[in-house]
């Protein structure tokens, strides 16, 4: 969702060996398993930035397409670790906007494959409606204050009562 010179305008390098076409069109295949096999219908793709400028934490920034690849809004929110010696992650809360007026809330939880990557699995609600969906997706650290992520995003029509985050891997 962010073009090279987009990052280089938000301060950050890409780095091409961690964020090979191949790693991304995997985790998306896995993603999109996930949700069918939860339940949801895949409804597209998201990406955005993500820093560390809070004491605890960050904030994120992106925008979501459909699968015509039309844009389908923006989202942004705040990122917080967990707390204590064996905390490997945190939680993503955050709000969403659609092109077609739609709007709601957002809220993940995010873990580490190791120091600088992970994934984030969560999900959606429409703030005056009943859409829900879930999303879900890899993060790479690309320097010291901050990263990108990506991921894909589908529509829950039974709710999400099914995602965990705990247990996509």
């Known amino acids: ?14 780095d091409t060996e961690v964020l090979t076409d191949e790693r991304l069109l995997a985790e998306a295949e896995e993603i999109a398993r996930y949700a069918i096999d939860h339940g949801c219908d895949v409804a597209g793709v998201l990406g955005g930035v993500w820093n560390e400028v809070l004491e605890d934490g960050g904030e994120i920034h992106g925008r979501w ?8 809004g923006d989202l942004e929110g705040t990122h917080s670790p967990d707390e204590g010696p064996d905390a490997d992650g945190g939680i993503v809360d955050g709000t969403w906007t659609s092109t077609d ?13 190791g120091d600088d990557d992970g994934y984030y699995l969560g999900g959606y609600d429409e703030t005056t409606g009943d859409a829900a969906g879930m999303l879900g997706g890899l993060w790479y650290r690309v320097d010291d204050e901050g990263g990108v992520f990506f991921g894909v995003w589908g529509h829950c029509p039974d709710g999400t009562d099914d995602i965990d985050p705990q247990s996509y891997e």
């Open 65 to 72: 397409f459909k699968l015509d690849q039309s844009i389908g």
């Open 1 to 14: 969702s962010y073009t090279d010179d987009e990052l280089d305008g938000e301060g950050l390098e890409r």
């Open 101 to 113: 007026g739609l709007a709601g809330t957002l809220e993940a939880d995010y873990y580490h494959f």
